[in-house]
């Protein structure tokens, strides 16, 4: 009898998981980063953008999350180069080439093909929880 309860628990696991990773076809995952993105990226990670800038939720917190930048509304590839190229009255000018910007804003455009920082709000109940399985 109790054989048989870890029987349908092993199984109970195994549709489960299978169930939890089926949902996730191409359309969540980002694909291999190119040349470009993986140069973007080691600058990203020589500079220290991460000390200032959140990735999903994790970094530093004097300036925006990055994770969908490249997306937002009003933002974008060009938005992003002029403020990577010259920096603002708080975030520095780290005097990188045309081609080192470039490199960064296509390793961000990357990111935010990975999915989404903010749950969005079709999401969100009621009760101001919120369900990201379905
Ligand atoms: C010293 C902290 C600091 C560092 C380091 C830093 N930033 Fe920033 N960054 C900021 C701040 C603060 C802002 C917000 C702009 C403002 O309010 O002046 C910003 C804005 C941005 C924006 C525009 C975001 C938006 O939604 O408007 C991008 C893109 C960006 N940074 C990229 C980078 C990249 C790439 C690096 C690394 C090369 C970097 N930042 C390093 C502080 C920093």
Known sequence: MRF???ILLFCAFIVYTWFV??????SCKAPHPSGKELA????WQSRNCQVCHQLY???????????NTASE?????RYMSGIIK????????FHLS??????????LTWVDKSGKNRV?????TWTGNYNISN
């Open 4 to 6: 048989g309860l870890w």
């Open 21 to 26: 990773y089926a949902q996730c076809d191409t």
């Open 40 to 43: 973007g990226w080691q600058l």
């Open 57 to 67: 939720g994790l970094g530093g917190f004097m300036g925006p999350d990055l994770t």
């Open 73 to 77: 509304r009003g933002k974008g590839a």
């Open 86 to 93: 010259y920096g603002t009255g708080r975030m520095p000018n």
């Open 98 to 107: 045309d081609s080192e910007v470039n490199n960064l804003v296509s390793f």
């Open 120 to 124: 969005p709000p079709e999401f969100v």
